[in-house]
């Protein structure tokens, strides 16, 4: 199972290596086999040394080497710590930052040329939730247009963006539903992302077809992601 930690804008550098250094050692007493996947902040990005089942990853970076992209990361600067991991696609890059398709795609393809880690996220706004699966489908796989499906190192997150940071996480039908379609055309290990926490970790982990977790607000306290860790672990 793959259990993901989103730091989006918290934590700073001193405290995401204290997070750090107590995952670590939770990970390493208790045996833990589970993909544990961390992306904090940039200005907290460094070569830690972790489990071999903690990696650190990239929220963003720029299709790019090197160059003039003032404000962004490429590959240079993130490969400095060896991180080899990256998240694209994150429903608030879409929509508040307003990312299109186009450098989506783009991003993809340059970091999967790298063979990166992927995980590309995808979801649905609440008024197209509300027309019904059928229309979520459509939404949910245009999204994925261009993206090479096939690709060895990717993992697809389903985060309906209306579940996150919301604290109203999607039914465990909803999950199920969406999931499945999915699952027709995907290969890849699929995470489900929307107020995921510790009450409900358990339900959604064992919906069919679901192989992990992308979670917020709820993991940027050390100690309930460690909870949630654990009852993957379990599980
Ligand atoms: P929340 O867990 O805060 O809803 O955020 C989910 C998310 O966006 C993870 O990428």
Redesign the pocket.
Known sequence: MII?S?F?TNHTRESTKEYLVKLNHFVKENSIKEEILV?PPSTALDNYNLHDSIKIGVQNAYPTDKGSFTGELGFTQIDEFDIKTI?IG???RRHILKESDELIVSKYNFYKDKNYKIVY?IGEPKEVRDDGLEKVLEYNFSQLDGIDLDYENLIV?Y?PVW?????V?ATTKDIEETLSALRKSIKAPLLY?????VANTKEILEIKNCDGI??????WDIEDFKEMVRIAHEI
Do not use: D, Q, R
Request: glycine residues 18%.
């Open positions: 993901a989103n989006k992306f998240l994150h429903s608030e996220c997150a985060e579940a996150i940071g919301t604290g996480s992302g929307g107020s995921v926490k992308l979670v917020g607000t709820a993991s």
